[in-house]
């Protein structure tokens, strides 16, 4: 069982890890053309809808945030940790970083037009995930897109440690499409493609395209 300090175990974790986890991750795009497909497949949808800001929930250091600014997309980067931020700006200078949390996130009602949430679900209580998934239906467009990975399984493990031997405390909750796809189907999304891939960015891992359904509130 998870304790109730989950969010700030998370955000002393990931403060602790920044400076190594960026640097063990900067160039994973260069080894997953799959991930760079996909990535580019929701960079088009959003051009195609009209265009829009983006926002990189959870963005860690940037690197994806990053590649959808080298796509044309207007994105910008939210994660709970400091310490990540900090990185993300030293890394990206020039690129908009904020602190914030996915759990509440501090946007306006359909003002986004997509959102990224790539591996930082990984960590949120499965019961949780439908406020999030709400928080992320309510901040987008109607019709806007959501692209999500996962780490695919049913297990759920508490990592102590990682990145360079740092302590952490964190639980990484693996979960089947199915489960991630009832989620958003409850919170008002369309699925549009979803599939499973093995690459440097995940053992088994998963990747939804979902839509914000236009006749849901």
């Excluded at 929930?57 to 994660?79: E, K, N, S, Y």
């Excluded at 931020?85 to 200078?93: L, M, S």
């Excluded at 759920?156 to 989620?183: C, D, E, F, N």
């Amino acid at each position: 069982m998870e304790s109730d300090g989950w969010l700030e175990d998370m955000r002393t974790s990931y403060d602790t890890v920044a400076g190594s986890y960026a640097d063990q991750v900067r160039n994973l795009l260069d080894e997953t053309p799959e991930e760079r497909a996909i990535l580019a497949l929701f960079a088009d949808l959003v051009s195609t809808s009209g265009g829009g800001s983006v926002a990189d929930v959870g963005c860690g250091p940037g690197r994806i945030t990053a590649h959808l600014r080298q796509l044309g997309v207007d994105a910008f980067g939210i994660d709970l940790s400091p310490g990540m931020i900090e990185v993300a700006r030293r890394d990206h200078p020039g690129l908009r970083f904020e602190l914030g949390s996915m759990t509440d996130l501090d946007l306006g009602d359909g003002s986004m037009a997509g959102l990224v949430a790539w591996y930082s679900l990984i960590h949120v209580p499965d019961a949780q995930i439908g406020s999030v998934f709400r928080h992320f239906h309510r901040v987008l467009q109607p019709g806007g897109s959501l692209l999500i990975g996962f780490h695919v399984g049913d297990e759920s493990k508490l990592k102590t440690q990682g990145y360079g031997g740092h302590p952490m405390k964190v639980h990484v909750h693996r979960r089947q499409h199915g489960q991630m796809i009832a989620w958003l189907d409850d919170a008002g999304f369309t699925i549009g493609e979803h599939r499973t891939l093995t690459s440097a960015e995940s053992a088994l891992g998963g990747i939804i395209l979902a839509r914000r359904r236009p006749d849901t509130q």
